[in-house]
């Protein structure tokens, strides 16, 4: 079995790492570096609020933000609340309850890792100088952003060359991936269907051969 692609994407992976953990790594790693680090730029001095800090990409820019030295403040459900506490995130709102953001201190940037956040009141959360990140961008909010440039758009492809760096540093302990659930491939299509249909599991689910 072969795969062909450009070098570019491609990083070793370390051997205190299994292969389950680094599947869980790209994708999620490089989409949070390239919002935390590339375009917030989080500082020992930066207040961050990260919208769904406990899916996949979130906790990732948590892990980011908070070995950086960042305040970090996240948004995740009820039975999240204290998985988000236990990795740093103080204060933890859930975001079911409306009017969370009430009386909250300005942020330095606000990373809308789930797109659920409305991005007038987001940018209304914002300091003058702060930064609203996307990774879900719609018509709506794209044509709102620009009229903005605190409003950013990043992919994962944008930290894709930070792989060997991200491989470091879950060698490290610094980064750590989560498996919330590990099926064999021959169940890929169920396991697919389920997580489809609201399946929910406190990490990533991994297809192993």
């Given at each position: 079995?072969?795969?062909?692609t450009?070098?570019?994407y491609?990083?070793?992976?370390p ?5 389950a953990?680094a599947?869980?790594l790209?994708?999620s790693a490089?989409?949070?570096w390239?919002a935390?680090?590339?375009k ?5 001095n ?13 906790s990732m820019?948590?892990q980011?933000?908070v070995?950086n030295?960042a305040?970090?403040?996240g948004t995740?459900?009820?039975a ?6 236990a990795a740093g995130?103080?204060p933890v709102?859930d975001?079911?309850?409306e009017g969370?953001?009430?009386g ?5 940037a ?5 797109g659920?956040?409305d991005l007038r009141?987001?940018?209304s959360?914002l300091?003058?100088?702060?930064f ?14 620009l009229?903005?440039r ?10 894709f ?6 491989a470091e540093l ?6 750590k991936p989560a498996i919330g ?9 169920a ?10 599991v ?5 297809l192993?051969?």
């Open positions: 079995e072969v795969l062909v450009d070098s570019r491609v990083a070793k992976n051997p205190q790492l299994s292969f953990e599947a869980c790209p994708i490089a989409t949070a390239a935390i680090l590339d917030a730029q989080v500082s020992r930066s207040r961050v609020l990260i919208n769904g800090c406990t899916g996949a990409v979130g820019a948590v980011f933000a070995a030295g305040q970090v403040a995740c459900s009820r999240s609340m204290d998985a988000a506490k995130v103080d709102f975001y079911a309850v969370w953001w009430h909250v201190e300005p942020f330095d606000i990373f809308d890792t789930a659920t956040l009141r987001g940018m959360m300091k003058p100088k702060g609203f990140i996307d990774i879900n961008p719609t018509p709506r909010r794209i044509a709102h952003g009229l903005s605190r409003y950013k758009i990043t992919f994962a492809t944008m930290g060359k930070h792989l060997a760096a991200i879950a060698a490290q302990g610094t980064l659930l590990e099926k064999p491939f021959s169940e890929a299509v396991t697919i269907a389920a997580v489809e249909g609201g399946l929910r406190s990490g990533r689910v991994v192993t051969f």
